[in-house]
């Protein structure tokens, strides 16, 4: 699922690609877009909302006890046939809790695989033409769209 992180983000001329810096306000991103195009020779820069991957584990519960079926056939052959077959929704949701909770954590423990550090989508884009918008007014045409960052 995506989720908003409350973050902004610029670029130069590049509808696609954004910077890996993340700014607070709107206001903030349109500052450091306005300086890079300056510095650039810009002809119009582009701000939005980032927006990050949040992976969501739990909904795996069904299959992961589906697999663990399949493997308790393999061993035991036929008097592994109703092996979990009657596992409660409760039981199944608490296990998808206890997932999500375990995927977290290694997420923690190996800060590397986190999604924000890889890709994010970018929302809200709004291309404002530098040389002849200088009040801060998107280009009719850019407002509202997506795109996806990829930063690897």
């Known amino acids: 699922m995506m989720k908003e992180n409350g973050m902004w983000c610029c670029s130069v001329d590049d509808d ?3 910077g890996p810096a993340q700014f607070e306000t709107r206001e903030a ?3 450091d877009a306005m300086q890079m195009a300056k510095e650039e020779d810009g002809e119009t ?3 939005g909302r980032i927006q990050e991957y949040v992976p969501q584990v739990n909904s795996y519960a069904g299959n992961m006890l589906e697999y663990v079926q399949e493997d308790a056939y393999e061993e035991g052959g036929e ?3 109703t092996y979990l077959n009657d ?3 409760e039981d199944e949701a608490d296990l998808g809790q206890m997932l999500q909770a375990a995927f977290n954590s290694w997420l923690e423990k190996h ?3 986190e999604p924000g550090r890889c890709f994010s989508l970018v929302t809200d884009v709004e291309a404002i033409d530098v040389s ?3 009040d801060d007014e998107p280009c009719d045409d850019q407002k509202d ?3 996806y960052e990829d930063k690897g």
Do not use: G
Request: proline share 8%; charged share 20%.
């Open 132 to 134: 002849s918008n200088n």
């Open 29 to 31: 991103a349109l500052r």
């Open 45 to 47: 820069i582009y701000i």
């Open 87 to 89: 596992v409660t929704p």
């Open 16 to 18: 696609e690609h954004f």
């Open 79 to 81: 008097y592994a046939e």
């Open 111 to 113: 800060p590397e695989y």
């Open 145 to 147: 769209s997506d795109y």
